[in-house]
């Protein structure tokens, strides 16, 4: 119930009279008191990135040591496997920009012809390095090789995206065991391994980092019209997967999250509507927002798992379906 209260004239004047004679209060300091060149800054806008050719190019992109700080990755080393192409090597450029040095790792002998622009501006205009290394990763020695390598080199291993897997859509009566274990081993146990490794030179170094797996909707639902039951289960296999590592890690300060996309539109998939031009049109209409994703909208996923933006987030799984799995 609501309390009201009448002020008559006098009230008013005993009031005004009061406030006359009360002291001024104090007010307090903040923590952080602005600068004459903060206020200017108020009414100007942000500052433009340092002119100085000396500056750290790293610094100076974007202002990313002084803007939001706990999504910068300066000086953090970061793996991206599947990285050759697509929404790994998408990825791979947004922690380029957040200031990471980013290993390429894919069992591609090439990578794509984006990948060779994104490593020269990660050079030039990123202050960074893009590196790319051949590797399968069901080559559980070569990959722990490579990856303990790496650690060497820079001395140090912050930050994981395991992008890599495989798709292949067959009526579960007509799945081969031989298909259904190469989908599991990529998937699952490439996953696991990539990880084994990526820890033991987390572990090694002593500072914890931070660990993100691309699932998949589809490893918490099954899709209407999409025959793949060993893919969603391989995927429903990494969401799990990425709980536990979770729990055994977090004494190390090692954090492990899951991505689940929804439908990306990749240069695979574009393929895939050639053989089921239908598909182009139904999709969209089975999320809220009514289109299909793009791999750039899962940019500022990656830079956020592997920052201190997420730092009290582990064992999580962060679903990014246009509400798909919501209805």
């Known amino acids: 119930m609501a309390i009201s209260r009448v002020f008559t004239r006098a009230s008013f004047r005993a009031l005004a009279q009061r406030a006359t004679l ?78 990471a040095t980013v290993y390429a790792l894919d069992r591609l002998s090439e990578p794509s012809e984006l990948f060779a622009p994104i490593a020269e501006r990660a050079a030039k205009e990123l202050g960074t390095s893009l590196h790319y290394t051949q590797i399968d990763t069901r080559d559980v020695a070569a990959l722990h090789a490579i990856i303990a390598d790496i650690g060497a080199k820079e001395g140090r291993m912050d930050g994981l995206i395991a992008a890599a897997g495989i798709q292949q859509e067959t009526p579960a009566l007509e799945y081969s065991a031989e298909d259904a274990n190469r989908m599991f081993q990529v998937n699952i146990t490439g996953t696991m391994m990539t990880a084994q490794a990526v820890a033991k030179q987390m572990i090694k170094f002593g500072n914890g980092g931070s660990m993100a797996f691309i699932a998949s909707m589809s490893g918490s639902v099954a899709n209407r019209g999409l025959i793949c039951s060993a893919y969603n289960a391989s995927k429903a296999g990494v969401i799990q997967l990425g709980r536990n590592l979770a729990s055994e890690w977090g004494e190390h300060g090692i954090r492990v999250n899951t991505i689940s996309p929804g439908y990306i539109v990749t240069q695979m998939v574009e393929e895939l509507f050639k053989e089921y031009p239908e598909r182009r049109e139904t999709w969209p209409t089975q999320n809220m927002l009514g289109k299909l994703s793009k791999p750039e909208e899962y940019r500022g996923a990656a830079v956020f798992l592997l920052s201190d933006a997420s730092s009290f987030m582990t064992g999580a799984d962060l679903r990014i379906d246009g509400g798909h799995t919501a209805w």
């Open 22 to 99: 009360a002291p001024a209060r104090q007010t307090p300091i903040p923590s952080r008191a602005f600068t004459a060149s903060q206020q200017a800054q108020q009414t100007r806008g942000p500052p433009s990135p340092p002119s100085d050719d000396t500056a750290d190019p790293a610094q100076a992109y974007l202002g990313t040591t002084k803007r939001l700080p706990e999504f910068n990755l300066t000086k953090k080393v970061v793996l991206v496997t599947g990285a050759a192409r697509g929404l790994g090597l998408v990825q791979a450029e947004a922690l380029l920009e957040a200031g």
